[in-house]
């Protein structure tokens, strides 16, 4: 009997034990998706079909959130089938002449002549986002799952277990826009929420000033910026790094900047006027420099394209600088090929 008593005993114990080391797995954070899982998933986003182009190019995850765009601003929420991770991928610039592609390129990426207050930022004080990224970042709250009728935030509090992480990824304007929505969802979805968010950009332009960087390296430090290192878009809108690298990669050469004279001003020293200007229209200053998170910043090498030492049409010379700049290059970056076109 005695031993009956002191089996039992043991037997409890381990049993308390387990349901303890069971409970603790549970609460446990799972893992971010990876960077190179994200990139692939920024080359999903382009396509026509979100649903189509995920069932084909990436079966292992579900598209639960889809909108219609607002004003040229899109993005979708995928989720691991097998592990519950989710990633909110937001869509960078439409390439193309149409209603979509303005608002993304003249009202967004170069609406930078503005700024505006950023109040969602903790304890940092004077944080400021560009106009372009209020705009895109405005648009995004817009979004509505067609499904559900909820909107992002809706979406991740209600839909989205509290145990599940989120990576908030975007390439290129999506990455733009990326920093801005991470760091409103890090301040405004409730505690048990907030604490399973990532950020995972792909050559994205400056969002905002130094102010606005610091509360996000604050609410994300182990948060991850990829830029190729030939990359001019990745630099903007600091004029005079997308100088610097212009002559690293030739264009300034292909472009014969150095024969160029506007209105008395020889173009070399166009970048200084550009940065002149800016700091004149008190666009750019001290206080509210566009910069970018070097504590973030996760920098890759391209591959070598040919180099031409003979004039080139302006559209080869966007070709030229849009090969190091396209999602394909950075996916490819990490091992992942190029998507066939449809």
Same mark, same amino acid.
Not at 60 to 81: D, H, L, R, S, T
């Given at each position: 009997m005695k031993q009956i008593v002191i089996y039992s005993s043991i037997f409890f114990i381990v049993l308390i034990a387990s349901c303890k080391g069971n409970k603790k797995t549970q609460n446990e954070v799972p893992l971010f998706l990876s960077a190179k899982e994200a990139v692939q998933l920024n080359q999903l986003i382009y396509k026509d079909s979100s649903r189509? #182009?995920? /069932?084909?190019? #990436?079966?292992?995850?579900?598209?639960?959130?889809?909108?219609?765009?607002? %004003?040229? %601003?899109? #993005?979708?929420? /995928?989720?691991?089938?097998?592990?519950?991770?989710?990633a909110l991928v937001i869509r960078g610039s439409i390439i193309e002449f149409s209603n979509e592609g303005f608002q993304n390129f003249i009202l967004q990426d170069f609406n930078i002549f503005k700024i505006r207050a950023w109040n969602y930022t903790d304890t940092v004080k004077e944080a400021y986002v560009s106009n372009g990224a209020w705009s895109g970042f405005q648009n995004l709250l817009l979004l509505r799952d067609i499904q559900t009728g909820l909107n992002i935030k809706e979406f991740i509090e209600q839909k989205v277990a509290a145990t599940a992480s989120v990576v908030i990824t975007g390439h290129s304007l999506g990455g733009n826009l990326a920093y801005p929505l991470a760091g409103y969802l890090k301040k405004e979805l409730p505690a048990e929420k907030k604490e399973h968010l990532q950020l995972i950009t792909f050559g994205a332009p400056a969002a905002g000033n130094a102010a606005f960087v610091q509360d996000m390296e604050e609410k994300f430090p182990t948060a991850e910026r990829y830029t190729g290192s030939k990359d001019i878009a990745a630099m903007f809108p600091d004029v005079a790094s997308i100088g610097k690298l212009a002559k690293v990669i030739g264009l300034d050469s292909v472009l014969q900047l150095g024969k160029m004279n506007i209105y008395g001003v020889d173009a070399d020293n166009l970048v200084s006027i550009t940065n002149l200007i800016l700091e004149k229209t008190n666009v750019i200053n001290k206080t509210n420099k566009y910069v970018q998170s070097e504590k973030h910043l996760r920098q890759l090498t391209e591959k070598e394209l040919p180099y031409s030492t003979t004039p080139l049409s302006i559209e080869e010379i966007f070709n030229k600088a849009y090969q190091f700049h396209k999602v394909d290059m950075y996916a490819e970056l990490f091992g992942i090929e190029a998507l066939k076109e449809d």
């Open positions: 189509e #182009a995920f /069932a084909k190019y #990436a079966p292992a995850y579900e598209v639960v959130f889809i909108p219609k765009p607002v %004003n040229g %601003n899109y #993005a979708i929420i /995928a989720k691991k089938k097998t592990t519950g991770q989710y």
